[in-house]
């Protein structure tokens, strides 16, 4: 059975950082999968913050994270991190991880971050 942990989140003031992580159990690897993390705040669409695909590591951000967080990603460890450095009250919301190959998805149950003083 495919589980995505994620871990981390919590009350952090503005201007302040926070690492989450998402572990991966029941997959041979996450070697072979584009792994993601998402977001969802009250009242709004949950949306696409950043990946990172499985050959290459190439990573994509949502413009509103740009230069802020940074993914990456632990193959041994099966475990995806989310570094979000000068957080805003806007980031405030429940973050989710993902793990996509071809027709196979998974997701976390999410993580909550809330950024305010």
């Known amino acids: 059975q495919v589980q995505l942990v994620e871990s981390g989140g919590g009350l952090v003031q503005p201007g302040g950082s926070l690492r989450l992580s998402c572990v991966a159990s029941?997959?041979?690897?996450?070697?072979?999968?584009?792994m993601s993390w998402y977001r969802q705040a009250p009242g709004k669409e949950r949306e696409l913050v950043v990946s990172?695909?499985?050959?290459?590591?190439?990573?994509t951000y949502v413009d509103s994270v740009k230069g802020r967080f940074t993914i990456s990603r632990d193959n041994v460890k099966n475990t995806v991190y989310l570094q979000m450095n000068s957080l805003k009250p806007e980031d405030t919301a429940v973050y989710y991880c993902?793990?996509?190959?071809?027709?196979?998805?998974?997701w976390g149950k999410g993580t909550l971050v809330t950024v305010s003083s």
């Open positions: 993902k793990a996509v190959n071809y027709d196979m998805a998974y």
């Open positions: 029941g997959l041979t690897s996450i070697n072979i999968y584009t």
């Open positions: 990172i695909t499985s050959a290459g590591g190439r990573t």
